[in-house]
Nanobody, 120 residues
Framework: QVQLVESGGGLVQAGGSLRLSCVASGSIFSIGAVAWYRQAPGKQRELVAAMLSSGSTNYADSVKGRFTISRDNAKNTVYLQMNSLKPEDTAVYYC??????????????WGQGTQVTVSS
């Protein structure tokens, strides 16, 4: 069974840093595009950062210059390095990935989410 499991969330003071990890486990043939989303209380889920299999990246304007998405294909792991955190970054962060279990099938998977809380 393929699944994504996030870790690395927690409580941090404003200005601090956290690194989120997302490990894809199961019988995986390949990993395509990956992304991190977040959802704050009372708000819609929003895209934070994305990376195509080519390595090109895209960031929300609110996190540009502070967050960095990266991937380690050998470890089936995606990272989100978050620096200069602000209270408005507080949210549940979700990993998203397009995973292939065979050469002909690709599906979108979501992790269970990890809470990030930034205190002022």
């Amino acid at each position: 069974q393929v699944q994504l499991v996030e870790s690395g969330g927690g409580l941090v003071q404003a200005g601090g840093s956290l690194r989120l990890s997302c490990v894809a486990s199961g019988s995986i043939f390949s990993i395509g595009a990956v992304a991190w989303y977040r959802q704050a209380p009372g708000k819609q889920r929003e895209l934070v950062a994305a990376m195509l299999s080519s390595g090109s990246t895209n960031y929300a304007d609110s996190v540009k210059g502070r967050f960095t998405i990266s991937r380690d294909n050998a470890k089936n792991t995606v990272y989100l390095q978050m620096n200069s955190l602000k209270p408005e970054d507080t949210a549940v962060y979700y990993c998203n990935a397009r995973l292939s279990v065979n050469p002909r099938s690709e599906y979108t998977y979501w992790g269970q989410g990890t809470q990030v809380t930034v205190s002022s």
